[in-house]
């Protein structure tokens, strides 16, 4: 059953999220006006409470935004990245009237079982486990209803605190991080396309068995009720005390998990925080939520292998080249070595042959510090462009930093970079993402 993108559905979301806006553009605008500056803590964090109490498609953007690079200053990602993903779920008697919409009026007929609390509650839908008829466990992640006015209408008022942010800050050009943030979020929305990149990651897996993709009941799943198989497992911060091999273990596992598609086959799952993984009795992975997935063309792919081996050889020439490839443009020295103090600290992991941690410090803001040094670096030199397949590509690695950090993980990066790249064709990654796309 389809539900219209309504004019009086994105009304109603308009009035719950405009007077929250008009507030954050007040404070920005005292901010200014008295000449204070806007990366304090005591701000951050208003902003922070302002987005958090929205929950809904606005808060996923913030938490979106948070993770981008430079897009915003160190206090506001840090606090911003504190937002929980769990909103108030939907009540029994809402569900009740989802599922009718979604599967008729006799929907129940499906389930021999179907908890009425949900297990896992976030911005645009939740999740209830369930019982078939034939016995098998499932899970059923039901989209919360008008979630498409909803994302219309909150990505107008982003677009708003985007220009309202980039008035103050002239450092990052937001319009193509903006259409990035906006289509991606759109997809979200598309159950029937997530089925899609489900078939597409268990291709691209059948081959790394420790990987556990779940199946998907077909002919019970909709554009906004998907039936998932459901895969038992203890959640990865549970693990954080686990004995160090056991850690290091996990995190070579999540290391192929996420970089094994894009190497191979040019695509990446776009949103790894913890919540999108957990272990199984066999320390094998099982990997969740596929609504936000990116696909990249080839060149991209070998862009990002030369940018590493060009740094690696500090062949500035190279270097060059590979920023334009990844989609800088107008590339020049002051500019290149901006970008290149940002992209050292990016792949220092992988840079040097031996067993390390991810990174030296134990924060959870994955590269906040570096991030700030290169965001005044470029405020100064006038303003950056981010191509659109950097945002998340870049966003999606440091999400999986973060979670090395938590893991405490020391294992040779290097080496398995290597393993993973050293039989690179760019036309074999051409070949093996067509035969993907089409699974």
Same mark, same amino acid.
């Given at each position: 059953?389809?539900?219209?993108?309504?004019?009086?559905?994105?009304?109603?979301?308009?009035? &719950? !999220?405009?007077?929250?806006?008009?507030?954050?553009?007040?404070?920005?605008?005292?901010?200014?006006? %008295?000449?204070?500056? %806007?990366?304090?803590?005591?701000?951050?964090?208003?902003?922070?409470?302002?987005?958090?109490?929205?929950?809904?498609?606005?808060?996923?953007?913030?938490?979106?935004?948070?993770?981008?690079?430079?897009?915003?200053?160190?206090?506001?990602?840090?606090?911003?990245?504190?937002?929980?993903?769990?909103?108030?779920?939907?009540?029994?008697?809402?569900?009740?009237?989802?599922?009718?919409?979604?599967?008729?009026?006799?929907?129940?007929?499906?389930?021999?079982?179907?908890?009425?609390?949900?297990?896992?509650?976030?911005?645009?839908?939740? !999740?209830?486990?369930?019982? %078939?008829?034939?016995?098998?466990?499932?899970?059923?992640?039901?989209?919360?209803?008008?979630?498409?006015?909803?994302?219309?209408?909150?990505?107008?008022? %982003?677009?708003?605190?985007?220009?309202?942010?980039?008035?103050?800050?002239?450092?990052?050009?937001?319009?193509?991080?903006?259409?990035?943030?906006?289509?991606?979020?759109?997809?979200?929305?598309?159950?029937?396309?997530?089925?899609?990149?489900?078939?597409?990651?268990?291709?691209?897996?059948?081959?790394?068995?420790?990987?556990?993709?779940?199946?998907?009941?077909?002919?019970?799943?909709? *554009?906004?009720?998907?039936?998932?198989?459901?895969?038992?497992?203890?959640?990865?911060?549970?693990?954080?005390?686990?004995?160090?091999?056991?850690?290091?273990?996990?995190?070579?596992?999540?290391?192929?998990?996420?970089?094994?598609?894009?190497?191979?086959?040019?695509?990446?799952?776009?949103?790894?925080?913890?919540?999108?993984?957990? !272990?199984?009795?066999?320390?094998?992975?099982?990997?969740?939520?596929?609504?936000?997935?990116?696909?990249?063309?080839?060149?991209?792919?070998?862009?990002?292998?030369?940018?590493?081996?060009?740094?690696?050889?500090?062949?500035?020439?190279?270097?060059?080249?590979?920023?334009?490839?990844?989609?800088?443009?107008?590339?020049?020295?002051?500019?290149?070595?901006?970008?290149?103090?940002?992209?050292?600290?990016?792949?220092?992991?992988?840079?040097?042959?031996?067993?390390?941690?991810?990174?030296?410090?134990?924060?959870?803001?994955?590269?906040?510090?570096?991030?700030?040094?290169?965001? &005044?670096?470029?405020?100064?030199?006038?303003? !950056?462009?981010?191509?659109?397949?950097?945002?998340?590509?870049?966003?999606?690695?440091?999400?999986?930093?973060?979670?090395?950090?938590?893991?405490?993980?020391?294992?040779?990066?290097?080496?398995?970079?290597?393993?993973?790249?050293? *039989?690179?064709?760019?036309?074999?990654?051409?070949?093996? &993402?067509?035969?993907?796309?089409?699974?």
């Amino acid at each position: 059953m389809k539900e219209d993108n309504n004019l009086f559905s994105r009304v109603k979301r308009y009035s &719950q !999220v405009t007077t929250s806006v008009s507030s954050l553009a007040s404070r920005f605008a005292g901010k200014k006006y %008295l000449n204070l500056s %806007l990366d304090d803590k005591k701000f951050a964090a208003q902003i922070t409470q302002i987005l958090g109490n929205l929950k809904g498609p606005l808060m996923k953007v913030a938490q979106l935004s948070s993770t981008i690079p430079d897009l915003l200053p160190p206090e506001y990602a840090k606090k911003l990245s504190e937002l929980q993903s769990n909103a108030p779920p939907m009540s029994w008697i809402f569900v009740r009237r989802r599922m009718k919409a979604e599967l008729g009026e006799n929907w129940e007929k499906h389930f021999k079982k179907f908890d009425q609390e949900a297990s896992y509650a976030a911005s645009l839908g939740q !999740v209830h486990k369930a019982v %078939l008829k034939t016995n098998e466990n499932v899970a059923c992640k039901l989209q919360y209803p008008d979630m498409s006015s909803a994302v219309e209408a909150d990505l107008g008022q %982003l677009k708003f605190i985007f220009k309202i942010y980039s008035s103050y800050n002239k450092s990052i050009q937001i319009k193509e991080i903006y259409k990035e943030i906006s289509e991606r979020l759109k997809e979200e929305l598309d159950y029937r396309l997530e089925y899609s990149h489900l078939k597409i990651f268990r291709h691209i897996h059948s081959n790394n068995s420790f990987v556990k993709i779940p199946q998907v009941y077909e002919k019970i799943s909709t *554009d906004r009720l998907l039936v998932m198989e459901y895969l038992k497992g203890k959640k990865l911060i549970d693990y954080k005390n686990a004995p160090q091999k056991i850690r290091n273990d996990l995190a070579k596992k999540l290391f192929i998990t996420w970089y094994y598609p894009f190497y191979k086959y040019g695509i990446i799952h776009g949103d790894p925080h913890l919540g999108n993984y957990s !272990v199984d009795q066999k320390n094998n992975i099982n990997l969740f939520d596929y609504g936000c997935v990116r696909i990249f063309p080839p060149k991209f792919v070998k862009g990002v292998i030369d940018l590493y081996f060009a740094l690696k050889n500090k062949d500035q020439k190279k270097i060059k080249a590979a920023y334009v490839a990844w989609g800088f443009n107008n590339i020049d020295d002051k500019l290149m070595s901006s970008l290149n103090k940002w992209a050292l600290f990016l792949y220092d992991p992988i840079l040097h042959n031996g067993i390390r941690k991810i990174q030296e410090s134990d924060s959870g803001i994955y590269g906040a510090k570096i991030a700030g040094e290169v965001h &005044q670096e470029l405020k100064k030199y006038g303003g !950056v462009k981010p191509p659109r397949e950097f945002v998340f590509m870049d966003r999606a690695a440091v999400g999986l930093g973060s979670i090395f950090i938590h893991l405490k993980a020391e294992v040779n990066w290097y080496k398995i970079f290597h393993d993973l790249i050293k *039989d690179f064709d760019v036309k074999k990654v051409s070949l093996n &993402q067509k035969k993907a796309l089409q699974s």
